[in-house]
């Protein structure tokens, strides 16, 4: 296409695009429903100290942090005409399915019952630790890097006085949930103790109020929980890290095996193969690889029993899904119920009001520069640049969302255009894994 018309086309969609956001924001102002203005930015109670283990039943009065209704027990959708109707025979603690990139909560379940996580909260774990080691940074493993590891924990089988690349070690932790793989990270990070702390510190920056880690690898402790609200925090920022997206959408890979010596006395390294242990991206008997699927993590334990967060495009919509701890007895009952869900917000989509939003973290509410770059690749908060609060109201009346995954603030001539009282933002959508786009 010549240089002319290139130009003049980029004009006319930004133009477009102008106005389209301009309407938006009056027709948001002039119709939005009293539940999306009680749940933006709500200020949240003091958090509550977790209990031992999970309760039989949802507290009667849970977090408010995404909206009023998700503070609500049981099942929150606003159904609008024409929109199917939930799935009956759903069976999970809690679930909720929201928009990957506006935020929009289209329906949840105890969306903030605070239950033990198992290696979901392996999402948060990446997603505080990810920016901090290269991925071609290598670690000789010392017998000290394993100390802790709990008793029945799934391993990716790392080795003492092995050699690995952080690259290895992060394949370990995503595809094979490898607690051992997690240990080591943490004792690159300075210890568990020290990789707890920077974990909690992070949930409370996403303002993931439910969550309370005890163990970096979501192995069974006492007081340690998260809800489904929280892990859907955890997926949406961690998959704006390139590094987390690939890892997250990998069905298998090749590990590095032990170091060993042959009859001729050559030192010989191989490997071995690993594979995902999402379901949903795999398959498995009786279980299809759902389509558009591209992550995020699974994880199962005597308390918390099997939870999932995962994530799916379809038509261009991206719709995250959290389900924890269905009572169903049956094999892969937690993918089945995910994969329903799946369903159903992408049939929802247009045809429901939002029950609630996934708050943007606190960098981003307040306008601190998050530290990330434009691509949000750095690990940093929200939308991975710096935001007001009028930028952060003007995205969320043009359907941009606030924190949005992936979407990145890309200024046309550095220069934000300023629409009588309003704000307008370019923003590009979220960059899916060419893996999940391939699959399709």
């Not at 008793?151 to 080795?159: D, H, L, P, Q, R």
Request: charge should be positive; proline fraction near 6%.
């Amino acid at each position: 296409m010549p240089a002319m018309k290139k130009t003049a086309k980029s004009s006319l969609l930004v133009t477009s695009a102008t106005l389209l956001s301009f309407s938006l924001a009056l027709t948001a102002t002039a119709t939005a429903p009293a539940v999306a203005a009680s749940a933006a930015f709500s200020a949240d109670k003091p958090k509550p100290s977790p209990s031992a283990s999970p309760s039989a039943t949802p507290p009667a009065d849970m977090s408010s942090v995404g909206g009023a209704l998700l503070a609500q027990p049981g099942t929150q959708a606003n159904l609008g005409t024409g929109a199917p109707v939930l799935p009956k025979d759903l069976s999970a603690r809690s679930w909720i399915v929201a928009d990957a990139e506006s935020g929009d909560v289209l329906a949840a379940h105890n969306a903030h019952w605070r239950l033990p996580p198992a290696s979901t909260l392996k999402m948060l774990f990446a997603d505080t630790l990810l920016p901090k080691f290269p991925k071609k940074q290598k670690h000789k493993v010392v017998p000290t890097d394993l100390a802790g590891i709990g008793a029945g924990s799934s391993m990716v089988g790392v080795k003492e006085d092995e050699t690995y690349t952080v690259h290895d070690l992060w394949l370990g932790v995503f595809l094979r949930s490898g607690n051992d793989a997690v240990h080591v990270l943490s004792a690159m990070n300075g210890g568990v103790d020290r990789t707890v702390a920077d974990m909690n510190a992070r949930a409370e920056e996403l303002q993931a109020l439910d969550t309370n880690v005890v163990s970096p690898d979501g192995y069974d402790e006492k007081r340690q929980v998260s809800s489904a609200y929280d892990l859907t925090l955890f997926a949406r920022s961690g998959l704006q890290n390139e590094d987390f997206r690939e890892y997250c959408s990998t069905v298998r890979a090749k590990f590095p095996g032990e170091t060993k010596k042959n009859k001729k006395g050559k030192t010989t390294r191989g490997s071995f193969e690993i594979q995902n242990t999402n379901r949903l991206l795999t398959g498995d008997y009786g279980l299809d690889a759902y389509q558009g699927i591209a992550g995020v993590k699974n994880g199962n334990t005597t308390n918390a029993g099997a939870t999932f967060t995962g994530v799916a495009e379809r038509d261009g919509r991206v719709l995250l899904v959290t389900v924890m701890n269905p009572q169903k007895q049956e094999h892969d009952e937690v993918y089945k119920e995910t994969a329903k869900l799946l369903d159903w917000g992408f049939k929802a989509s247009g045809k429901v009001s939002p029950v609630g939003e996934l708050v943007p973290p606190k960098s981003a509410d307040t306008g601190a520069q998050p530290g990330a770059n434009a691509s949000g690749e750095a690990g940093g908060s929200g939308d991975g640049a710096a935001k007001s609060k009028a930028v952060a109201a003007a995205s969320k009346t043009d359907g941009s969302g606030s924190g949005g995954v992936g979407i990145a603030l890309a200024i046309t001539g550095g220069v934000l255009a300023l629409l009588a009282a309003g704000v307008f933002l370019i923003n590009r959508r979220w960059p899916l894994p060419e893996l999940m786009r391939r699959r399709r």
